[in-house]
C-alpha cells in the first residue's frame, strides 16, 4: 500500500478516470472513462509493485488468468476485431494493464491506440453503469472471494 | 502454423526486424532491430494465436513465466527505470509482446513509447549480437528443452 498512489488509495483521482467493474483473483477490472475505444478498460493488481517480475510466481498466474478472463468479457460484450494489451507506468508505477478493444473501422486500427490520460469520449454515469454491468456479466467469477 | 505468419515461418521479413536471442518455454525472444530505446525486445509465443483467452491455462502460465524472465534480463542488462510491456497485433495477429525499457532522461519517457516499424535507430550485426549475448546471460534457461 503506497499512501500517494490513487490506485493504493482508490481516490477522487481514480474515480475521475475509472468505474469499478469487479473484483477478480489478485486485480481489479475497471471500466476507463475515455470510451473513444468502446469498451477500454484497465486491469490493476491489488498489490503495489512495479514490475512482473516483482510479483510472486503464484501471483503472475493469477494475474495471467485475470487478465485473460478481463478480455474474454471484452470479446463477447463488445466484439472487437483484437484487444490491445499496454502495461505502461513510468509515472503511475503500480502495475496496471490498459485492454483496448480496437475495430476495423474504429480509431487508430493497426497501429498503437492513442494514449492520452484525458477523457476525449465520456459517456454518462448511467451509461458507464450499464457498460460495466454488461462486462461483468461475462466475467468468469467463480473463486473470487473478495 | 500459419503460411503468411512471419512469426511462423521465421523468414526475411522477420529477419529484417528482429534477430533471436533465446528460446524459452513457450515463447522466443528477440531484440528488435529499432534501438531507439536500449534494449527494445519483442516476445513471440511459439503458436498461432491471437489472444490471451486463446491459450490454454498451462501455456498462459509458462507465457507469463518467460514474459517475466525476459522482463528481468532486460532489467539487469540495461537498468532502465521503468519497463513497458505492450500487445499489438492488429494486423500482425500471431500473439506477441512489445518490452521497451524506458530511460527518464530518453525518449518518451512518461508516455506510451513511439511505435513505429521502421528501424529508426539500427545497429551494426556486432553490436545487436552483443546486446543478444549480454540479454541471454541474464535469462534463467533452467528447465528450457527446446
Known amino acids: 500500500m503506497n499512501s500517494s498512489c490513487f490506485y493504493c488509495q482508490k481516490d477522487q483521482r481514480l474515480e475521475n478516470l475509472m468505474i ?76 496496471h494493464v490498459h485492454l483496448v478493444p480496437k475495430y476495423q473501422q474504429g480509431p487508430d486500427w493497426g497501429g498503437a491506440f492513442v494514449h492520452d490520460p484525458a477523457v476525449t469520449k465520456a459517456l454518462t454515469e448511467q451509461e458507464y453503469n450499464q457498460l460495466a454491468d454488461k462486462i461483468h456479466q461475462h466475467l468468469n467469477l467463480e473463486g473470487v472471494r473478495k
Chains 1, 2 share one sequence.
Do not use: M
Open 20 to 95: 469499478k467493474i469487479s473484483d477478480l483473483h489478485t486485480s481489479t477490472l475497471y471500466l476507463n472513462k475515455d470510451q473513444t475505444h468502446s469498451g477500454r478498460s484497465i486491469l490493476a493488481l491489488d498489490s503495489h509493485k512495479k514490475e512482473l517480475f516483482g510479483l510472486s510466481s503464484s501471483e503472475r498466474q493469477f494475474f495471467i488468468e485475470d487478465l485473460s478472463n478481463a478480455a474474454k468479457a471484452l470479446q463477447k460484450t463488445f466484439a472487437p476485431q483484437k484487444i490491445n494489451y499496454a502495461i505502461y507506468g513510468d509515472v503511475v508505477s503500480h502495475l
